[in-house]
């Protein structure tokens, strides 16, 4: 890996190590637009201001934009999600092992 992809690597963890950013994309994730409050039900437990920092980041980085119905994934944002969809099997498997290890230990 060359040290300019490190960089762009780096600089995405940077993005989406920000408290609730994956959740914020992960919300979006089904392609329909959101209202603001929508959004915040959606993730849960994110203050306003919070939300709003993390609207304001990723749509800097080209993840999110706004338009008349609501904050919607762009074209980037949805190819990100595309590439860690399988992120939600991985969760599933990882919980089982994990139960059965604290079962183990039991």
């Known amino acids: 890996m060359s040290s300019k992809d490190n960089t762009a ?3 995405l963890f940077s993005l989406l190590e920000y408290r609730f950013a994956l959740r914020v994309l992960w919300a979006l994730k089904d ?3 959101q209202t603001f409050r929508l959004l915040q039900s959606s993730v849960m437990n994110i203050t306003p201001n919070t939300l ?3 609207i304001k980041e990723l749509r800097a980085a080209g993840m999110i934009d706004h338009g008349g119905s609501g904050y919607f994934v762009t074209p980037l944002g949805a190819d990100f999600l595309k590439r860690i969809g399988d992120l939600s099997a991985f969760a599933s498997k990882w919980a089982i092992a994990l139960n059965n290890t604290s079962d183990d230990q039991t």
Request: proline share 11%; glycine share 22%.
């Open 9 to 11: 690597i780096g600089q």
């Open 31 to 33: 392609g329909h637009p």
């Open 52 to 54: 709003n920092n993390r």
